[in-house]
């Protein structure tokens, strides 16, 4: 089964970059469509961006255009998320996900499994 480890979070101000990974523990990660997940307490997990395994394609949620990008590493079995100009909103704790097989959606996070641990974004000034 695909493990995920979430990396890369942290403390900063509005305005500031943080870049998150995702490293799989199998290469079976090569051939999967991935995605980044955000959650606040009390709310359901929201889609933030998801790249096709080629690369070739990416989507985002309005909220995070223009200032979000999505990337994988195949020889590395890893994802990355990097934000720039980051926003209060923003704070949140993130996940990586493996999209199923047969899911349909690709933004709805039922539509994901074998998510990671998550790591803690907080953007304050």
């Known amino acids: 089964q695909v493990q995920l480890a979430e990396s890369g979070g942290g403390f900063v101000q509005p305005g500031a970059s943080l870049r998150l990974s995702c490293r799989a523990n199998?290469?079976?990660?090569?051939?999967?469509?991935m995605g980044w997940f955000r959650q606040i307490p009390g709310k359901d997990r929201e889609f933030v961006a998801g790249i096709t395994w080629n690369s070739k394609e990416t989507f985002y949620d309005d909220s995070v255009k223009g200032r979000f990008t999505i990337s994988r590493d195949n020889s590395q079995n890893t994802l990355f998320l990097q934000m720039d100009n980051l926003k209060i909103e923003d704070t949140a704790v993130y996940y990586c996900?493996?999209?199923?097989?047969?899911?349909?959606?690709?933004?709805?996070?039922?539509?994901?499994?074998?998510w990671g641990q998550g790591t803690q974004v907080t953007v304050s000034s």
């Open positions: 199998q290469r079976t990660f090569s051939i999967d469509f």
């Open positions: 996900a493996r999209r199923k097989d047969s899911a349909f959606s690709r933004t709805h996070y039922t539509a994901y499994e074998n």
